[in-house]
Each structure stands twice: as structure tokens, then as C-alpha cells.
């Protein structure tokens, strides 16, 4: 099943099948599932939240936002350091594992600062996840189908986030046990984690480093190559860099300084996060309040949107991202920059809805647009560096993204309604997502200026 490369004398792994790769993403999907769960379950328990601990939205930003972003962000970089030179599944694996037993310690919690310590927690955890299964699908998968795989990877986004609003409602709400509460629910979906953490394990494979990167050997040019015939006929390691010595973070950065591209996808990327996430965490409470809805219906409401919306404009920015870019690598910004273009007037449209089942139906639309830009821009990250940069170029992009997506989004949301609310009392949310919405606008620009070069700062 395996053969050694002449170079370290290392086992190498067999070319991967068609039906173990379709493994590989359902599980990587599996576990970006629970990332989510575990880290938007919050949002909905944040009203009960505030109720049971007293908080006001600030408070509740920090947890929401900084707790849970500075650590995930800082520490992915020298985890990803670890994953470009060691097992990348062990390190998802004992990520798993640490964010899923923080989650359930956050339901163990008495006060604001016994939380933000458990949620920071969960941070670390997370830290580990993402910037490897990146680099593994990238690893699994040809350049022409990776915007979908990961695509199909990051529907763990929406279906994570939603199956964590409808669960942690269900619980919190009594609809499961009337002895139930918030911190059951916290309970609950952690111990759900750490029971995956094995399974994964168990069934997955490290693969060879830049195999799917070399182009199918002359005697198949005659016919279109497949997933199969660029894993089966790849040059060893060495031939594309993934066997020589390992960069260290300055080697990288040097690369990217180079790619003007990169850097405006970033800072665009994490435009959208801001407003993404903070939206992720806000609008729940903002359902709760403005229409005076209870927490198990604003659940339902709230996943509906993040499931349906979220899932459809995922797996349609993968498939434009890569059937749009076979002409022109300049696709891969341009499509998400049209979609957010069209996502800020939605979103302030869904705000100043009437009633909540119109707004619902409004939000649906942003949601999608807003998460279009996943498939297509995370190929392209993958493609802006070489492949023994790959861990670390996706981290470079994590730390900036998660730490204004998350740690700077979440809080300002919270903050920007907390000095609105002596004019707009419990409509403060209503508008500090709308004047958050702006942020789709930049976020559109940065990709447009992004396409004028990814194609000269493009990995040939």
C-alpha cells in the first residue's frame, strides 16, 4: 500500500480513491461541523445568558468575540508551523478533543469571568482545526475541483452554526427536558465532540504532501486527466518543493509579501467576517428583542436562515469559483465581490423589516451572498503559495481574519448597540447591524482591486 521515497527513505501513502477521498471530506466536514456548533451555539444561549448572569452586550461581545478570538488566532500560526512538518490528523484530532472539553466546561460556569476563561479555552482548541484540513484537502483533492471541496468543507460553517442555534434553543428553551438549561446545552454538545475525536482518527490517513500538483504524465495527455491519474502518476516530493527544507513563518511572509493579491483577499475576506460573524452572534438577540420572540422560535427562525441561505451560497460560490475560473483566474475575486456587493443593501433591508418572518426571508439572501466568497477565495489561498506553504499561508490568512472577523466584529456589533441603546432601547440591535452591513461594500472593493493581479501572483 505504500512505497519509500529514495530521498528520506519515509513511507509514503497510496494514491488516495475516489470513494476514500469522499471519506476524508465528510469527516474534515464532520469536524468543521462541530468548530462551529461549539463556537456559534453561544449566540442563541447568549439570552438566556444575560438573564441568568446579568450581562449587558458589551460583556457579552467580549465573550462572543475577543475570549474565544485572540488565542484561536495567535496560536494557529505555530500550529500550522507544526502541521506543514508533522501529522496533520493527530493535530485536528487533539484539537477536537480540547475545544469540545471547554465547551462542555462553559456550561460549568458561575460569572462572566469563569465563562470568558472557558470560552478562551475553546479558542485554543479551535486553534488547531481549520489551517490543517485546509492543507489536507488541498492535499486530496486536483487544483480543478478544490474550490468545491472546500466548498463542501465549509458547509460546516452554516450547517454547524444552525444545527448549534436549533439544538442549543431546543435545550435551553425546556423543549427537550424541562430541567434543561444553557449549561446542559453547553454539556451536551461538548461531550458530542469528544466522542468524534477517535472516529476521526481511527479513519484517516495523512497523504503525501504536493502530490495532486504535478501535471498527468505525457502518455495520459490524450485524454482529460482525472483525480486518479494525478495522484497515481505525481512526481515524488521532492520535484515540487514538498521535500525540501521547511519555511519558517519570515520564509512565508517574504513570499506573500510579494502577492499584492493575497493581502487584498485577506484584509476583503475579513471585512466580510466582521460583519459575518458579528451577524452570526447578534441576530438571534436582535429576533428576541425587536419582535419579543421566545428563545425556541428564535432558534428555529435563526438556523433556517443560517442553514438554507448559508448552505446555497456556499456550494454556489465553489461551483462559479470553479467553473468560472478555468477562463480566468480573476474569477476566483471577482465572483465573491459581485455577491458582496448585493449582500449590504439586503442586509439593510432584512433589518428594517416589519415582522420577523419577512425579515427571515430577507436575511436568507445576505447570508448566501455573504458566505460565497468561501470555495472560490480559499482555493485561491491555496494556489497563491507553494505547497510546502500551504498550513502556513492558510494560517497567515486565519490570524488576520478570525482576529478582526471574530474579535474585532463581534465586539464593535456589541459595543455600537450598547451607545446606541439610550436612543433606541431594544431596537439598538436593529441598527447596529445595518450600519455593520457598510462593511460588505469595502469588503467588495478589496476583492475587485485583488483580481488585478492573482493572476501574475498565481503558483505555475
Known sequence: MTNTSPAHGTAEPAAPTARYRVWVLFMLFIVYAFNFLDRQIISILAIPIREDLGLDDRQLGLLGGIAFAFLYSTLGVPI??????????????????????????????????????????????????????????????????????????????????????????????????????????????????????????LTMREPKRGGLDIKPAPEAAGRQAGPDDAASVAAPAEAHGAGEKKPGFLDVIAILAKKPSFWFLVFGASCSSMMGYGVFFWVPSFFARSFELDIITTGWLFGGILFVGGSLGILLGGVLGDLMGKGSKKMYAIVPAIAFFLAFPMYVAGTLAPSPLIGALMFIIPTGLGLAWLGPTLSAFQHLAPANMRSMASAVF???????????????????????????????????????????AVAGVLFLLASRTIERDWEK
Open 80 to 201: 500550522a508551523w507544526l502541521a506543514d512538518r508533522t501529522n496533520r490528523t493527530w493535530i485536528i484530532t487533539i484539537s477536537l478533543t480540547v475545544w469540545s472539553g471547554f465547551t462542555a466546561l462553559c456550561g460549568m460556569a458561575q460569572n462572566f469571568w469563569q465563562l470568558f476563561a472557558a470560552r478562551v479555552g475553546v479558542g485554543v482548541g479551535e486553534a488547531g482545526g481549520v489551517a490543517p484540513s485546509y492543507s489536507l484537502i488541498a492535499d486530496y483533492f486536483p487544483s480543478n475541483a478544490r474550490a468545491r471541496a472546500l466548498a463542501i468543507y465549509s458547509l460546516g460553517i452554516p450547517i454547524g452554526s444552525a444545527f448549534g442555534v436549533v439544538a442549543g434553543a431546543q435545550i435551553a428553551g425546556g423543549a427537550i427536558g424541562e430541567d434543561l438549561d444553557w449549561r446542559a446545552a453547553f454539556i451536551i454538545v461538548g461531550l458530542a465532540g469528544v466522542l468524534i475525536a477517535p472516529i476521526f482518527k
Open 398 to 440: 486565519l490570524l488576520i481574519n478570525n482576529l478582526l472577523g471574530i474579535g474585532v466584529g463581534v465586539y464593535v456589533l456589541g459595543e455600537l448597540s450598547t451607545l446606541l441603546t439610550p436612543q433606541f432601547g431594544q431596537e439598538s440591535l436593529r441598527y447596529s447591524i445595518a450600519i455593520g452591513a457598510s462593511l460588505y
